[in-house]
C-alpha cells in the first residue's frame, strides 16, 4: 500500500475513454519513478495500491502507453514505467515534497 501522495496530472484527469482506475495508475507510476525517472513495481504491487487485479493493471498499462502517457521497456530482464517526458516536473514538485 502507497503511504504517501499520489499525483495524478490535471491533463490526465481529463483524459476521456480513460478509466479512473487508469488514471490512478498513472499517478502511481509517477510516485514511483521520482528516485529513478521510472518504475519497477510489478503488476501485483501495482495491483495492491491500486486495488484492481494484476490483469487489469496490465491492460491499463498498455491504454497509457497506447494515450502516449508511458512508455514500458524490459533493461536486462527488468519491466520499466518511464512516464511521459513531461511530466518531469511533476517528479520535481513530487520530490521536493517529500
Known sequence: MITEDIYVPARVLSIKGLSSSAKILCG??????????????????????????????????????????????????ERRLYPKEDMASLRQLIKERR
Not at 507510476?29 to 501485483?44: A, K
Not at 498499462?61 to 497506447?66: A, C, G, P, T
Open 28 to 77: 502511481v507510476v509517477v510516485s514511483h519513478s521520482v528516485n529513478n525517472g521510472f518504475c519497477t513495481e510489478t503488476d501485483q504491487e501495482l495491483s495492491r495500491h491500486v486495488r484492481v487485479s494484476a490483469r487489469t493493471v496490465r491492460k491499463h498499462l498498455f491504454e497509457l502507453e497506447k494515450t502516449g502517457l508511458l512508455t514500458i521497456k524490459t533493461v536486462s530482464g
